[in-house]
């Protein structure tokens, strides 16, 4: 089996609900798409999703995109992973999401030759967990509308973005515990946005209002500053922006001064360096929660497959297509009541071209 044709294209796409976190505003995407076929008719997928966090611009990305597609990809066996996968951490490691689109389109490809779901491909831990839907930035009422529009779509968990006026943070937080009752879910994410002392201040509200956990309150480099913050609030605190690649997860793995890794595959790669850090994460001891950037329903898949394949997985926040105006594919997942999301019985990641 080899790979007989590629096709890359953008798509430039504006969200349905603009949000704000703490150091911008998103109204539209710019996401890069690959299809990779092979001489006996299979489809494989990917999706590049390129974000400031990794300093990954679109042009960049999807010039890496296309000459890797093209350059290493045509003429190989699909069914042949790991040395496909490793020259493209070589030849495509400076844009990991164009190195995520491809390595997934790879894993996409081989589980459909296979016959079964890339879950089943790699070998699934977990049937079904929660995903979180996020609220961003934005006044006490105005987050109160939006948490009971997500309550009354049966979601039970919230990630509520913070950072930029904290006394305003720790009301609207109070506000939301208050109408959403002790039922329902609460995490917070900072993106950077806080001193040490009102991280310090966060986590005693956190305790007495049943947050779940407190992702990246600092700047990514101030992993010893995070360190140095009292041992007993570690356990709820959360690497994202500190924590891009295996080697990070390395890092970060001694002396934890965070108790839960956030994978993302556009932070490290795709699905071969997620999988990575969540090996390390669980011999650590600590919790995976799988995220996302704003993406296609490709990359969400993807990253379900993937978190349902690591035994560490304890958190999903996969709610990225969620505001999409429109997608180039269907299927890949389905939700039930709770926000509890089911990969599909269906070979690789379950996508199809509408």
Not at 152 to 166: I, M, N
Not at 168 to 194: F, S
Not at 205 to 228: K, T
Request: aromatic share 6%.
């Amino acid at each position: 089996m080899k790979i007989t044709q590629v096709e890359t294209w953008t798509e430039h796409l504006p969200l349905k609900r603009p949000y704000t976190i703490a150091f911008k505003r998103v109204a539209r995407i710019d996401l890069h798409f690959v299809r990779l076929e092979t001489n006996c008719g299979h489809v494989g997928w990917g999706s590049a999703a390129p974000t400031d966090v990794t300093q990954e611009s679109p042009e960049a990305c999807y010039s890496v995109l296309d000459s890797a597609a093209h350059g290493l990809l045509m003429g190989k066996d699909p069914r042949c992973l790991r040395p496909l996968t490793c020259r493209l951490e070589v030849e495509a490691g400076h844009s990991p999401a164009a190195r995520a689109a491809l390595d997934m389109a790879l894993y996409d490809l081989a589980a459909r030759a296979a016959g079964v779901s890339v879950v089943d491909f790699l070998g699934r831990c977990h049937k079904v967990l929660p995903t979180s839907i996020t609220i961003g930035i934005m006044p006490v009422e105005q987050t109160l509308r939006e948490a009971k529009e997500y309550l009354a779509r049966q979601f039970h968990c919230l990630k509520v973005k913070l950072g930029l006026d904290y006394a305003e943070d720790v009301e609207r937080l109070r506000a939301l515990r208050k109408l959403a009752g002790p039922g329902i879910h609460i995490r917070v994410d900072a993106n950077q946005g806080y001193s040490a002392v009102e991280v310090v201040g966060l986590a005693r509200e956190a305790g007495a209002l049943g947050i779940a956990f407190i992702e990246q309150p600092l700047p990514a480099n101030a992993v010893d500053a995070m360190r140095a913050m009292p041992r007993k609030m570690r356990p709820i605190m959360a690497a994202d922006e500190s924590l891009h690649t295996p080697k990070d997860a390395l890092t970060l793995a001694h002396d934890p001064p965070f108790g839960i890794f956030n994978i993302k595959l556009m932070k490290c790669g795709g699905i071969t360096s997620g999988l990575a850090i969540a090996d390390l994460a669980a011999l650590a001891g600590i919790d995976v929660m799988w995220g996302c950037m704003d993406e296609s329903r490709i990359s969400i898949a993807a990253a379900l497959h993937t978190a349902y394949a690591s035994q560490a997985t304890r958190y999903l926040d996969l709610d990225g297509s969620f505001d999409l105006s429109r997608d180039v594919v269907a299927g890949g997942f389905k939700f039930v009541k709770g926000g509890l999301m089911h990969t599909l019985d269906k070979p690789g990641l379950g996508v199809h071209f509408m």
